[in-house]
């Protein structure tokens, strides 16, 4: 039942953010019911009965509501107006609250620059008192009066903070976004183009001397390109609007039982890869698995463009409580200067964003280069029977 009634309160806010004026035509009409509530009352003897003129006036001091987001500060004339008309020049009934007094305070409050709003509070200090000496002209009146008023306009300035920052979290995650792409975009192209310059770069010379093994390495150099551009289409079929990308089925992003398939290209090369595990295997998260997926995939590209390696290992170790992602080299290890590059910072921001830690710098006895990540993972989490075993 909660949920149901959260669906249609959500899909309400929804109708109203594309509809502003369907909005404020219904609050138009909940103050015209509450302020119709005196009129249908009766009255005691020794007042005069409501008239419709006092009705029809009571409906113009409402019908200015309706602009009160595009010209909230005018919509307060016209609704302090139409008041000291109404107080002046009909015998009506009074009302409990100053509803449209109300709703005009608060728009000015959670949407107009503070200019207006100092010119809205400064214009309500003299208006206020010559409404309430109309009236009662006790101090009771006044006092809550301003009360009421200063309410409606806190609750507009808390509006105005809570919009804001949403909208910082919103651009926030949207930059949050557009970082996870561009690492993806770049792990993705890096890899496979540093894949096809090596086999190209090799299949002149195969042309020459083995034929077999150059043809291998051209149908290597195809493969790997429509492999990166799979991988693209399915990255960017996130950012596609509309029907057409929304029934589009979309793949899942690669995992560590996609790891077999990515070290067959790297060895597709002329690079020796040797794949280990140790420890209990366990499923992991799609995220997490997705990451270590692209932090192996980076080290490789890494090892393929700057090592000059001739072999390189990678190794998966699971621990109680952590994930243990080693990929070591044989070739020249760092070199003297050397940054790391985007790729070993993505690899470093990937990992930090799982709560892990990457290292990175030469291998064991100081030879070649590694790169040693440790990512926490639970103990176990419930997955599919069909992602049992994926690889």
Known sequence: MRTGVRGWWERGRALGAANPLVVDLGIALLVQAAMTMPFVVPRPAEFEPATWPAYGLTTLTVVPLVWRRRAPVAVLLA???TSALYKLAVEGPGQPLPYTGLVVVYTIAALSPPRKRLATGLLLLVAVPGAVWLNTRTARELSFSFFVLVAAYVFGRLTDTRQRANRVEAE?????????????MHDILSHAVSLMIVQAEAGPVAVRTAPDRAEAAFDAISETGRDAMAQLRRMLGVLREGDESAAAPREPQPGVGDLPDLLDGVRASGLDVVYGTAGSARPLPDATGA?????????LTNTVKHASARSVRVQLTYEERDLCVDVTDDGRGPQSGSGGGHGLVGV???AAAHGGTAVTGPGPDGRGFEVRVRIPVPSAIPVPSAAEGAW
């Open 291 to 299: 990451t270590v997926f692209r932090i192996v995939q980076e080290a």
């Open 79 to 81: 609704v302090l107006a």
């Open 348 to 350: 470093r921001e990937r």
């Open 172 to 184: 926030r995650a949207a930059a949050r976004e557009r970082a996870r792409i561009a690492r993806e």
